[in-house]
Nanobody
Framework: QVQLVESGGGLVQAGGSLRLSCAASGGSFSTYAMAWFRQAPGKERGLVAAISWNGRNTYHTDSVKGRFTISRNGGDNSMNLQMNSLKPEDTAIYYC???????????????????WGQGTQVTVSS
């Protein structure tokens, strides 16, 4: 049974930082493309950042470029999202997702992902 578990969310003031982690189990995620999505209250879930299984290809949505960085640790099946210069509009539930992929493949559509975590709440106060 594939499981993804997010951690690291919390309450932070605007301008602060948080580091989210996603721990994967039940499969060999070293060959999985992975991503972070988020869903704010009253809004649809959308892509934040994505990474290929070899970690060499990444994508960050425009609203987080220069502030967030996605990375992964192949050795322990985990993925991270370093979030700096946080803004109130970053407040959302953050989800990690995974799908088998090619070495350099990144996937940007929610429908392309097979496995999802339960989410972790990030709240940024002004």
């Amino acid at each position: 049974q594939v499981q993804l578990v997010e951690s690291g969310g919390g309450l932070v003031q605007a301008g602060g930082s948080l580091r989210l982690s996603c721990a994967a189990s039940g499969g060999s995620f070293s060959t999985y493309a992975m991503a972070w999505f988020r869903q704010a209250p009253g809004k649809e879930r959308g892509l934040v950042a994505a990474i290929s299984w070899n970690g060499r290809n990444t994508y960050h949505t425009d609203s987080v470029k220069g502030r967030f960085t996605i990375s992964r640790n192949g050795g322990d099946n985990s993925m991270n999202l370093q979030m700096n210069s946080l803004k109130p509009e970053d407040t959302a539930i953050y989800y990690c997702a995974a799908v088998p992929g090619g070495e350099y493949t990144i996937r940007v559509l929610e429908s392309q992902y097979d496995h999802w975590g339960q989410g972790t709440q990030v709240t940024v106060s002004s």
